[in-house]
């Protein structure tokens, strides 16, 4: 996977709704993420990963 060094991190208090999808000329949404649930096409997971106390 390719890092964009250019976007500092996401606020969600900014954003309702992330969509991730291909770069096709025809793009597919491959997941739809919101802060409170996601979507995720078939074929494709998503992997979350908790918040630790330091």
Do not use: C
């Amino acid at each position: 996977m390719k890092k964009n060094q250019n976007i500092s991190p996401l606020d969600m208090r900014d954003w309702t709704k992330v969509v991730v999808e291909t770069e096709e000329k025809h793009p597919k949404v491959v997941a739809e993420i919101t802060a409170n649930n996601f979507e995720v096409a078939e074929g494709f997971r998503v992997r979350l990963t908790p918040k630790y106390d330091d």
